[in-house]
Protein backbone atom coordinates (compact mmCIF):
# COMPACT_ATOMS: atom_id res chain seq x y z
CA UNK A 1 0.00 0.00 0.00
CA UNK A 2 1.53 3.16 -0.92
CA UNK A 3 -0.75 5.48 1.69
CA UNK A 4 0.82 4.32 4.73
CA UNK A 5 4.40 5.65 3.16
CA UNK A 6 2.97 8.72 1.82
CA UNK A 7 1.21 9.80 4.39
CA UNK A 8 4.00 10.86 7.17
CA UNK A 9 5.46 13.15 4.17
CA UNK A 10 2.20 14.40 3.40
CA UNK A 11 1.08 15.56 6.79
CA UNK A 12 4.79 16.96 7.82
CA UNK A 13 4.63 19.28 5.04
CA UNK A 14 0.51 20.18 5.54
CA UNK A 15 1.98 21.21 9.19
CA UNK A 16 4.62 23.17 8.16
CA UNK A 17 1.78 25.71 6.66
CA UNK A 18 0.89 26.14 9.59
CA UNK A 19 3.65 27.38 12.25
CA UNK A 20 2.94 28.13 15.76
CA UNK A 21 -0.43 26.04 16.10
CA UNK A 22 0.54 23.76 18.86
CA UNK A 23 -3.13 23.55 19.86
CA UNK A 24 -4.04 22.22 16.48
CA UNK A 25 -1.66 19.14 17.70
CA UNK A 26 -2.52 18.98 21.29
CA UNK A 27 -6.27 18.64 19.87
CA UNK A 28 -5.00 15.71 17.09
CA UNK A 29 -2.95 13.85 20.30
CA UNK A 30 -5.74 13.72 22.02
CA UNK A 31 -8.30 12.43 19.17
CA UNK A 32 -5.67 9.99 18.42
CA UNK A 33 -5.70 8.63 22.35
CA UNK A 34 -9.22 8.41 22.07
CA UNK A 35 -9.59 6.59 18.51
CA UNK A 36 -6.99 4.95 20.69
CA UNK A 37 -9.39 3.66 23.62
CA UNK A 38 -11.92 2.76 20.98
CA UNK A 39 -9.89 0.96 18.89
CA UNK A 40 -8.93 -1.26 21.92
CA UNK A 41 -12.30 -2.83 22.59
CA UNK A 42 -12.62 -4.07 18.75
CA UNK A 43 -10.78 -7.07 17.41
CA UNK A 44 -9.07 -5.39 14.58
CA UNK A 45 -7.48 -1.91 14.60
CA UNK A 46 -9.30 0.76 12.56
CA UNK A 47 -7.87 2.71 9.50
CA UNK A 48 -6.85 5.46 11.77
CA UNK A 49 -3.72 3.81 12.51
CA UNK A 50 -2.68 5.15 9.61
CA UNK A 51 -2.68 8.38 11.04
CA UNK A 52 0.07 7.34 13.90
CA UNK A 53 2.98 8.97 11.92
CA UNK A 54 1.01 12.35 11.19
CA UNK A 55 0.02 12.78 15.09
CA UNK A 56 3.03 13.34 16.38
CA UNK A 57 5.22 16.57 16.76
CA UNK A 58 6.92 17.18 12.84
CA UNK A 59 10.70 17.07 12.88
CA UNK A 60 12.09 20.50 14.31
CA UNK A 61 14.20 22.65 11.92
CA UNK A 62 17.94 23.03 12.46
CA UNK A 63 18.06 27.13 13.01
CA UNK A 64 21.10 27.65 11.57
CA UNK A 65 22.70 26.24 8.61
CA UNK A 66 25.53 23.62 8.05
CA UNK A 67 28.76 25.28 9.09
CA UNK A 68 31.50 23.87 6.64
CA UNK A 69 34.01 24.97 9.80
CA UNK A 70 32.77 22.73 12.44
CA UNK A 71 35.29 19.44 12.43
CA UNK A 72 31.69 17.30 13.48
CA UNK A 73 30.27 18.40 9.74
CA UNK A 74 26.20 17.73 9.55
CA UNK A 75 24.43 14.29 10.75
CA UNK A 76 20.83 13.95 10.85
CA UNK A 77 20.04 14.39 14.46
CA UNK A 78 21.47 17.92 14.92
CA UNK A 79 17.68 19.09 15.02
CA UNK A 80 17.76 17.78 18.83
CA UNK A 81 20.22 20.61 19.62
CA UNK A 82 17.19 23.16 18.95
CA UNK A 83 15.54 21.92 22.29
CA UNK A 84 18.45 20.91 24.77
CA UNK A 85 22.44 21.88 24.42
CA UNK A 86 24.54 20.27 22.35
CA UNK A 87 28.02 18.29 23.94
CA UNK A 88 30.37 17.32 21.43
CA UNK A 89 33.10 15.14 23.10
CA UNK A 90 35.66 12.20 21.70
CA UNK A 91 34.45 8.82 21.66
CA UNK A 92 37.66 8.27 23.74
CA UNK A 93 35.80 9.96 26.72
CA UNK A 94 32.81 7.39 25.96
CA UNK A 95 32.96 3.83 27.87
CA UNK A 96 29.60 1.50 27.69
CA UNK A 97 29.56 -0.48 30.67
CA UNK A 98 27.83 -4.33 30.65
CA UNK A 99 27.28 -5.86 33.72
CA UNK A 100 25.85 -4.42 37.29
CA UNK A 101 29.89 -6.22 38.57
CA UNK A 102 31.15 -3.77 36.15
CA UNK A 103 28.69 -0.49 37.34
CA UNK A 104 29.77 -1.21 40.85
CA UNK A 105 33.50 -1.36 40.83
CA UNK A 106 33.34 1.73 38.61
CA UNK A 107 30.84 3.54 41.39
CA UNK A 108 33.51 2.31 43.84
CA UNK A 109 37.17 2.70 42.97
CA UNK A 110 36.97 4.61 39.47
CA UNK A 111 34.69 7.17 40.84
CA UNK A 112 34.02 7.48 44.84
CA UNK A 113 37.89 6.55 45.83
CA UNK A 114 39.71 8.60 43.29
CA UNK A 115 37.37 11.63 44.77
CA UNK A 116 37.90 10.98 47.96
CA UNK A 117 41.60 10.17 47.70
CA UNK A 118 42.07 13.75 45.79
CA UNK A 119 39.89 15.34 48.59
CA UNK A 120 42.54 14.20 51.03
CA UNK A 121 45.90 14.88 49.10
CA UNK A 122 44.84 18.52 48.35
CA UNK A 123 47.28 21.02 49.71
CA UNK A 124 44.52 23.32 50.75
CA UNK A 125 41.23 22.67 52.77
CA UNK A 126 38.73 20.45 50.74
CA UNK A 127 36.23 22.31 49.33
CA UNK A 128 34.33 18.54 48.49
CA UNK A 129 30.80 19.01 48.42
CA UNK A 130 28.02 15.97 48.96
CA UNK A 131 24.54 16.59 46.66
CA UNK A 132 22.10 13.53 46.98
CA UNK A 133 18.97 13.75 45.74
CA UNK A 134 16.17 11.49 46.50
CA UNK A 135 12.50 10.76 46.03
CA UNK A 136 10.85 11.89 49.15
CA UNK A 137 8.04 8.89 49.31
CA UNK A 138 10.82 6.33 48.13
CA UNK A 139 13.33 7.38 50.72
CA UNK A 140 11.49 8.14 53.69
CA UNK A 141 9.39 4.36 53.48
CA UNK A 142 9.82 2.15 56.20
CA UNK A 143 11.60 3.09 60.02
CA UNK A 144 15.11 1.74 58.02
CA UNK A 145 15.15 4.26 54.99
CA UNK A 146 17.62 6.27 53.11
CA UNK A 147 17.04 9.16 55.53
CA UNK A 148 17.86 7.78 58.47
CA UNK A 149 21.27 6.33 56.64
CA UNK A 150 22.18 9.63 55.42
CA UNK A 151 21.36 11.32 58.81
CA UNK A 152 25.04 10.53 60.27
CA UNK A 153 26.64 12.03 56.96
CA UNK A 154 24.31 14.96 57.32
CA UNK A 155 24.79 15.45 61.42
CA UNK A 156 28.64 15.38 61.08
CA UNK A 157 28.86 17.44 57.96
CA UNK A 158 26.10 19.87 57.53
CA UNK A 159 28.43 22.62 55.67
CA UNK A 160 29.51 19.66 53.19
CA UNK A 161 26.74 17.52 52.66
CA UNK A 162 23.22 18.05 50.81
CA UNK A 163 19.88 15.72 50.94
CA UNK A 164 16.64 17.16 48.95
CA UNK A 165 14.06 14.71 48.86
CA UNK A 166 11.98 15.38 45.63
CA UNK A 167 7.71 15.19 46.89
CA UNK A 168 6.20 15.58 43.44
CA UNK A 169 3.77 18.32 43.92
CA UNK A 170 0.38 15.59 42.46
CA UNK A 171 0.32 13.69 46.24
CA UNK A 172 -1.37 16.55 48.70
CA UNK A 173 -4.19 16.40 50.49
CA UNK A 174 -6.96 13.75 51.09
CA UNK A 175 -4.86 11.76 48.64
CA UNK A 176 -1.54 11.87 50.10
CA UNK A 177 -3.30 10.97 53.95
CA UNK A 178 -5.00 7.69 52.17
CA UNK A 179 -2.85 6.25 50.14
CA UNK A 180 -0.16 3.82 52.14
CA UNK A 181 3.36 3.77 52.14
CA UNK A 182 5.03 1.56 49.00
CA UNK A 183 1.55 2.86 46.47
CA UNK A 184 2.25 6.54 47.13
CA UNK A 185 5.15 6.44 44.80
CA UNK A 186 2.83 5.42 41.52
CA UNK A 187 1.52 9.29 41.89
CA UNK A 188 5.11 10.37 40.89
CA UNK A 189 8.70 10.20 41.79
CA UNK A 190 12.16 11.77 41.21
CA UNK A 191 13.22 8.87 38.76
CA UNK A 192 16.67 9.99 37.60
CA UNK A 193 19.91 8.05 37.80
CA UNK A 194 22.98 9.96 37.24
CA UNK A 195 25.88 10.07 39.10
CA UNK A 196 28.48 12.66 39.33
CA UNK A 197 32.36 13.01 40.40
CA UNK A 198 34.21 16.42 39.64
CA UNK A 199 34.23 15.92 35.84
CA UNK A 200 33.02 12.55 35.07
CA UNK A 201 29.39 11.31 34.52
CA UNK A 202 27.26 8.14 34.65
CA UNK A 203 24.11 7.38 33.19
CA UNK A 204 21.95 5.25 34.03
CA UNK A 205 18.42 3.43 34.64
CA UNK A 206 20.39 1.62 38.16
CA UNK A 207 20.02 2.78 41.32
CA UNK A 208 22.13 2.10 44.44
CA UNK A 209 20.65 -0.94 46.24
CA UNK A 210 22.19 -4.09 46.17
CA UNK A 211 20.62 -5.98 43.52
CA UNK A 212 22.03 -3.31 41.22
CA UNK A 213 25.44 -4.16 42.22
CA UNK A 214 24.93 -8.09 41.91
CA UNK A 215 22.09 -9.54 39.59
CA UNK A 216 20.00 -7.12 38.56
CA UNK A 217 20.63 -6.15 34.69
CA UNK A 218 20.42 -2.60 33.81
CA UNK A 219 22.36 -0.27 31.16
CA UNK A 220 25.19 2.46 32.01
CA UNK A 221 26.99 4.62 30.26
CA UNK A 222 30.52 6.43 31.72
CA UNK A 223 31.81 9.52 30.54
CA UNK A 224 34.94 10.44 31.43
CA UNK A 225 36.93 13.74 31.99
CA UNK A 226 33.52 15.89 30.86
CA UNK A 227 33.50 19.05 32.07
CA UNK A 228 30.28 20.95 30.34
CA UNK A 229 28.19 17.92 30.90
CA UNK A 230 29.16 17.21 34.12
CA UNK A 231 28.60 20.92 35.00
CA UNK A 232 25.16 20.59 33.46
CA UNK A 233 23.83 17.81 35.63
CA UNK A 234 25.42 19.56 38.52
CA UNK A 235 23.11 22.02 37.64
CA UNK A 236 20.15 19.88 36.77
CA UNK A 237 20.58 18.11 39.95
CA UNK A 238 20.62 21.51 42.33
CA UNK A 239 17.78 22.80 40.46
CA UNK A 240 15.17 19.95 41.60
CA UNK A 241 17.04 19.87 44.55
CA UNK A 242 15.85 23.80 45.25
CA UNK A 243 12.38 22.29 44.29
CA UNK A 244 12.53 19.81 47.12
CA UNK A 245 12.38 19.62 50.72
CA UNK A 246 15.55 19.78 52.16
CA UNK A 247 16.62 16.87 55.01
CA UNK A 248 17.59 18.50 58.51
CA UNK A 249 20.03 16.71 61.03
CA UNK A 250 16.72 16.33 63.27
CA UNK A 251 15.34 14.07 60.50
CA UNK A 252 12.80 17.09 59.50
CA UNK A 253 12.24 18.37 56.18
CA UNK A 254 12.33 22.27 55.05
CA UNK A 255 11.64 24.27 51.87
CA UNK A 256 14.49 26.40 50.55
CA UNK A 257 14.02 30.49 51.58
CA UNK A 258 11.20 31.40 49.01
CA UNK A 259 10.35 28.42 47.45
CA UNK A 260 6.23 27.51 47.46
CA UNK A 261 6.04 24.19 49.29
CA UNK A 262 5.43 21.06 47.04
CA UNK A 263 2.14 19.60 48.64
CA UNK A 264 1.00 21.92 51.00
CA UNK A 265 1.35 25.25 48.94
CA UNK A 266 -0.40 26.39 45.75
CA UNK A 267 0.01 23.31 43.27
CA UNK A 268 0.25 25.72 39.86
CA UNK A 269 2.69 28.38 41.84
CA UNK A 270 5.06 25.10 42.77
CA UNK A 271 5.34 23.63 38.99
CA UNK A 272 5.33 27.43 37.66
CA UNK A 273 8.44 28.27 39.79
CA UNK A 274 9.84 24.18 39.04
CA UNK A 275 9.98 24.59 35.49
CA UNK A 276 11.77 27.96 35.73
CA UNK A 277 13.96 26.51 37.97
CA UNK A 278 15.06 23.68 35.45
CA UNK A 279 14.10 25.52 31.93
CA UNK A 280 16.47 28.44 33.26
CA UNK A 281 19.54 25.49 32.94
CA UNK A 282 18.47 24.14 30.08
CA UNK A 283 18.63 27.19 28.19
CA UNK A 284 21.51 28.75 29.94
CA UNK A 285 23.58 25.57 29.51
CA UNK A 286 22.29 25.91 25.47
CA UNK A 287 23.41 29.28 25.43
CA UNK A 288 27.13 28.04 26.58
CA UNK A 289 27.27 25.62 24.30
CA UNK A 290 25.81 27.89 21.07
CA UNK A 291 28.96 30.59 22.45
CA UNK A 292 31.66 28.19 22.67
CA UNK A 293 31.08 26.64 18.95
CA UNK A 294 30.89 29.96 17.60
CA UNK A 295 34.05 30.93 19.34
CA UNK A 296 36.17 27.89 18.33
CA UNK A 297 34.64 27.39 14.82
CA UNK A 298 33.41 30.94 13.76
CA UNK A 299 35.67 33.24 15.94
CA UNK A 300 37.87 35.65 13.32
CA UNK A 301 41.23 34.69 15.33
CA UNK A 302 40.85 30.84 13.87
CA UNK A 303 43.62 28.62 15.01
CA UNK A 304 44.54 25.56 13.55
CA UNK A 305 44.38 22.21 15.28
CA UNK A 306 48.31 21.84 15.51
CA UNK A 307 48.38 25.36 16.70
CA UNK A 308 45.66 24.64 19.82
CA UNK A 309 48.05 21.73 20.83
CA UNK A 310 51.02 23.41 21.07
CA UNK A 311 48.95 25.61 23.52
CA UNK A 312 47.81 22.87 25.75
CA UNK A 313 44.71 22.38 23.95
CA UNK A 314 44.68 18.48 22.84
CA UNK A 315 41.64 17.64 23.26
CA UNK A 316 40.74 15.34 19.98
CA UNK A 317 37.85 17.04 17.65
CA UNK A 318 34.82 15.21 18.21
CA UNK A 319 32.86 12.16 16.90
CA UNK A 320 30.50 12.02 19.29
CA UNK A 321 27.11 14.02 20.46
CA UNK A 322 25.44 13.56 23.75
CA UNK A 323 22.41 15.45 23.96
CA UNK A 324 20.49 15.58 27.65
CA UNK A 325 17.03 14.96 27.50
CA UNK A 326 14.49 15.95 29.87
CA UNK A 327 10.95 14.84 30.93
CA UNK A 328 9.47 16.50 34.10
CA UNK A 329 5.71 16.49 32.56
CA UNK A 330 4.09 18.04 36.16
CA UNK A 331 6.09 21.12 35.24
CA UNK A 332 5.03 21.07 31.48
CA UNK A 333 8.93 20.02 30.07
CA UNK A 334 8.22 17.19 27.44
CA UNK A 335 11.47 17.25 25.92
CA UNK A 336 12.29 13.13 26.28
CA UNK A 337 8.91 12.59 24.89
CA UNK A 338 8.79 14.42 21.69
CA UNK A 339 12.44 13.59 20.82
CA UNK A 340 11.36 10.24 21.30
CA UNK A 341 8.32 10.54 19.30
CA UNK A 342 10.04 11.96 16.32
CA UNK A 343 12.76 9.25 16.34
CA UNK A 344 10.12 6.81 15.70
CA UNK A 345 8.50 8.22 13.53
CA UNK A 346 11.40 9.09 11.80
CA UNK A 347 12.75 6.03 11.54
CA UNK A 348 12.61 5.56 7.86
CA UNK A 349 11.89 1.54 6.15
CA UNK A 350 14.92 -0.56 6.30
CA UNK A 351 15.74 0.57 9.65
CA UNK A 352 16.03 -0.81 12.76
CA UNK A 353 15.17 0.19 16.43
CA UNK A 354 16.10 -2.10 19.30
CA UNK A 355 14.05 -1.08 22.26
CA UNK A 356 14.03 -2.15 25.65
CA UNK A 357 12.19 -1.79 28.53
CA UNK A 358 11.96 -3.28 32.18
CA UNK A 359 8.55 -2.59 32.60
CA UNK A 360 6.33 -3.51 28.98
CA UNK A 361 3.74 -0.76 29.76
CA UNK A 362 4.24 2.02 26.08
CA UNK A 363 1.97 4.68 26.27
CA UNK A 364 -0.45 4.82 23.59
CA UNK A 365 1.53 7.28 21.49
CA UNK A 366 4.73 5.17 21.33
CA UNK A 367 2.29 2.28 20.72
CA UNK A 368 0.82 3.62 17.73
CA UNK A 369 4.34 4.81 16.21
CA UNK A 370 5.73 1.47 16.12
CA UNK A 371 3.01 0.03 15.04
CA UNK A 372 1.97 2.34 12.25
CA UNK A 373 5.61 4.00 10.83
CA UNK A 374 7.91 1.86 8.49
CA UNK A 375 11.13 0.80 10.55
CA UNK A 376 11.47 -2.68 11.83
CA UNK A 377 11.31 -3.07 15.90
CA UNK A 378 12.95 -5.48 18.41
CA UNK A 379 11.28 -5.05 21.67
CA UNK A 380 13.11 -6.79 24.84
CA UNK A 381 11.21 -6.78 27.91
CA UNK A 382 11.25 -8.88 31.56
CA UNK A 383 9.84 -12.28 31.22
CA UNK A 384 7.68 -12.84 34.64
CA UNK A 385 10.29 -14.34 36.17
CA UNK A 386 12.89 -11.97 36.00
CA UNK A 387 9.86 -8.89 36.80
CA UNK A 388 11.46 -6.85 40.04
CA UNK A 389 7.92 -8.01 41.49
CA UNK A 390 7.68 -11.63 40.78
CA UNK A 391 7.11 -13.31 43.72
CA UNK A 392 5.87 -10.02 45.54
CA UNK A 393 3.46 -10.57 48.81
CA UNK A 394 -0.09 -8.92 48.27
CA UNK A 395 -1.13 -7.36 45.38
CA UNK A 396 2.48 -6.65 44.26
CA UNK A 397 2.64 -9.66 43.49
CA UNK A 398 0.47 -9.54 41.18
CA UNK A 399 1.88 -7.04 38.61
CA UNK A 400 3.81 -9.41 36.56
CA UNK A 401 0.64 -10.97 35.18
CA UNK A 402 -0.34 -7.44 34.79
CA UNK A 403 2.54 -6.83 32.40
CA UNK A 404 2.01 -10.48 30.63
CA UNK A 405 -1.55 -9.58 30.53
CA UNK A 406 -0.20 -6.28 28.51
CA UNK A 407 1.93 -8.21 26.72
CA UNK A 408 -0.35 -10.26 24.97
CA UNK A 409 -2.82 -7.66 24.55
CA UNK A 410 -0.34 -5.70 22.39
CA UNK A 411 0.95 -9.00 20.39
CA UNK A 412 -2.48 -10.40 19.07
CA UNK A 413 -2.67 -6.40 18.13
CA UNK A 414 0.96 -7.09 15.95
CA UNK A 415 -0.55 -10.37 14.83
CA UNK A 416 -3.77 -8.66 13.76
CA UNK A 417 -2.15 -6.29 11.68
CA UNK A 418 0.05 -8.79 10.07
CA UNK A 419 3.38 -7.09 11.32
CA UNK A 420 5.25 -10.02 13.51
CA UNK A 421 8.02 -9.99 10.59
CA UNK A 422 8.61 -6.01 11.58
CA UNK A 423 7.55 -5.66 15.26
CA UNK A 424 8.66 -8.54 17.33
CA UNK A 425 8.68 -9.09 21.18
CA UNK A 426 11.52 -11.12 22.49
CA UNK A 427 11.46 -11.54 26.43
CA UNK A 428 14.92 -11.60 28.85
CA UNK A 429 15.63 -14.42 31.19
CA UNK A 430 18.23 -15.34 33.01
CA UNK A 431 18.27 -17.68 35.96
CA UNK A 432 18.33 -15.89 39.67
CA UNK A 433 18.62 -12.58 37.94
CA UNK A 434 16.29 -9.76 37.52
CA UNK A 435 15.76 -7.28 34.17
CA UNK A 436 15.75 -3.79 34.43
CA UNK A 437 17.12 -2.03 31.14
CA UNK A 438 15.53 0.52 29.25
CA UNK A 439 16.53 2.33 26.15
CA UNK A 440 16.64 1.82 22.47
CA UNK A 441 19.64 1.65 19.40
CA UNK A 442 18.90 2.66 16.38
CA UNK A 443 20.45 1.39 12.81
CA UNK A 444 19.89 3.50 9.81
CA UNK A 445 19.34 1.76 6.64
CA UNK A 446 22.08 -0.47 5.20
CA UNK A 447 23.67 -0.36 8.83
CA UNK A 448 25.45 -3.62 10.58
CA UNK A 449 25.85 -0.94 13.76
CA UNK A 450 24.04 1.69 15.67
CA UNK A 451 24.55 5.62 15.50
CA UNK A 452 22.44 6.79 18.01
CA UNK A 453 21.28 5.11 21.45
CA UNK A 454 19.22 6.59 24.20
CA UNK A 455 20.07 5.28 28.05
CA UNK A 456 19.08 6.28 31.13
CA UNK A 457 16.11 6.59 33.72
CA UNK A 458 12.72 6.63 31.18
CA UNK A 459 10.63 3.09 30.71
CA UNK A 460 8.86 4.60 27.69
CA UNK A 461 5.50 4.18 29.30
CA UNK A 462 2.71 6.48 31.40
CA UNK A 463 4.31 7.14 34.72
CA UNK A 464 7.51 7.68 32.60
CA UNK A 465 5.92 10.09 30.05
CA UNK A 466 3.48 11.88 32.30
CA UNK A 467 4.15 11.14 36.31
CA UNK A 468 7.94 11.01 37.33
CA UNK A 469 11.00 13.46 36.59
CA UNK A 470 13.04 11.29 33.95
CA UNK A 471 16.32 11.93 32.25
CA UNK A 472 18.60 10.66 29.90
CA UNK A 473 20.88 11.31 27.02
CA UNK A 474 20.82 10.52 23.56
CA UNK A 475 24.69 9.59 21.93
CA UNK A 476 25.57 10.07 18.56
CA UNK A 477 28.04 8.99 17.25
CA UNK A 478 30.23 8.74 14.19
CA UNK A 479 33.13 6.58 16.07
CA UNK A 480 33.05 3.01 14.79
CA UNK A 481 34.66 1.94 17.78
CA UNK A 482 31.84 3.22 19.97
CA UNK A 483 29.27 1.92 17.45
CA UNK A 484 30.31 -1.40 17.87
CA UNK A 485 30.91 -0.89 21.94
CA UNK A 486 26.76 -0.05 21.45
CA UNK A 487 26.15 -2.90 19.42
CA UNK A 488 27.71 -5.65 21.78
CA UNK A 489 25.71 -4.37 24.70
CA UNK A 490 22.64 -4.70 22.54
CA UNK A 491 23.96 -8.14 21.57
CA UNK A 492 24.63 -9.12 24.54
CA UNK A 493 21.06 -8.28 26.07
CA UNK A 494 19.20 -9.67 23.53
CA UNK A 495 20.80 -13.45 23.56
CA UNK A 496 19.67 -13.87 26.43
CA UNK A 497 16.33 -13.51 25.35
CA UNK A 498 13.67 -15.57 23.41
CA UNK A 499 11.31 -14.85 20.74
CA UNK A 500 7.46 -14.23 21.51
CA UNK A 501 4.73 -16.46 19.93
CA UNK A 502 1.49 -17.53 20.72
CA UNK A 503 2.89 -20.35 22.33
CA UNK A 504 4.79 -18.08 24.89
CA UNK A 505 1.20 -16.92 26.58
CA UNK A 506 0.16 -21.09 26.95
CA UNK A 507 2.98 -21.87 28.96
CA UNK A 508 2.62 -22.58 32.52
CA UNK A 509 2.18 -19.45 34.80
CA UNK A 510 1.21 -17.54 32.12
CA UNK A 511 -2.41 -17.84 32.83
CA UNK A 512 -3.33 -14.46 33.72
CA UNK A 513 -6.23 -14.00 36.49
CA UNK A 514 -10.00 -12.73 35.50
CA UNK A 515 -9.55 -9.47 38.42
CA UNK A 516 -6.04 -9.34 36.43
CA UNK A 517 -7.10 -8.51 33.41
CA UNK A 518 -10.52 -6.62 34.70
CA UNK A 519 -8.06 -4.10 37.35
CA UNK A 520 -4.60 -3.78 34.57
CA UNK A 521 -7.09 -1.15 32.28
CA UNK A 522 -7.69 0.66 35.21
CA UNK A 523 -4.08 1.17 37.05
CA UNK A 524 -1.64 0.32 34.13
CA UNK A 525 -0.84 4.30 34.36
CA UNK A 526 0.29 4.02 37.80
CA UNK A 527 2.96 1.73 36.68
Not at 232 to 248: E, I, M, N, P, Y
Not at 388 to 415: L, N, W
Not at 453 to 482: C, K
Request: net charge positive; glycine share 6%.
Amino acid sequence: MAAPAAGPVFWRRLLGLLPGRPGLAALLGRLSDRLGRSRERRRRRSPWLLLAPLLSPTVPQVTSPPCCLCPEGVHRFQWIRNLVPEFGVSSSHVRVLSSPAEFFELMKVDCLESSLEKSLQAKFPSDLKVSILLDFTRGSRGRKNSRTMLLPLLQRFPERVRVSLFHTPNLRGLLRLLIPERFNETIGLQHIKVYLFDNNVILSGANLSDSYFTNRQDRYVFLQDCAEIADFFTDLVDAVGDVSLQLQGDDTVEVVDGMVHPYKGDRAAYCRAANKRVMDVIHSARARQQMLHAQTFHSDSLISQEEAAAAGDRRPAPDTWIYPLIQMKPFEIQIDEIVTETLLTEAERGAKVFLTTGYFNLTQAYMDLVLGTRAEYQILLASPEVNGFFGAKGVAGAIPAAYVHIERQFYSEVCSLGQQDRVQLQEYWRRGWTFHAKGLWLYLAGSSLPCLTLIGSPNFGYRSVHRDLEAQIAIVTESRALQQQLHQEQEQLYLRSAVVSSATFEQPGRQVKLWVKMVTPLIKNFF
